[in-house]
């Protein structure tokens, strides 16, 4: 009994440290996207917009989840270039949305990163795949 607390307390300080370079002062981000034009089942990612980025953003990590099927599409990290957009097809890294009976809930999200990797700001959005049409 003994020997498994030590073991969770060991694990709880090691999950501190590995969550301590978000900043205290870390904003909420803004962030949208489209499907459009990205092929079901391919390879990239999609055109996501965002908004309330940091002046010191130096990166973005962008990573995509299903959360109907449970599957972890990826993650890329990019060098931030100032225009708040990453284009479709910036990165061949994320698997696309690829649901194969009801529709895929996906979430995208992104974090900024400064000069040291600190995390400065997160944002995310969930959008379904195929979406319904109006």
């Known amino acids: 009994m003994r020997q498994q607390i030590c073991l969770l307390l060991i694990a709880s300080i ?7 370079n978000v900043s205290p002062d870390a904003v909420d981000l803004v962030v949208d996207f489209t499907w459009e034009g990205l092929k079901p089942c391919g390879w990239g990612n999609p055109e996501i917009r965002i908004e309330g980025l940091p ?4 990166k973005l990590i962008i990573s995509m989840y299903d959360s109907v ?13 100032g ?16 649901p194969p009976d009801v529709p895929g809930r996906y979430e995208i999200t992104v974090k900024a990163l400064d000069e ?4 400065i700001g997160t944002g995310s959005k969930k959008r379904y795949f195929p979406e319904e049409k109006k």
């Open 83 to 98: 225009t708040g957009i990453i284009k479709m097809g910036v990165s061949e890294e994320l698997q696309g949305p690829c």
């Open 55 to 58: 002046q010191n953003t130096k």
């Open 69 to 81: 099927y449970l599957h972890d599409h990826g993650e890329i990290t990019i060098l931030y270039d």
């Open 14 to 20: 090691l999950f501190g440290f590995s969550c301590s």
């Open 116 to 119: 040291n990797d600190v995390v």
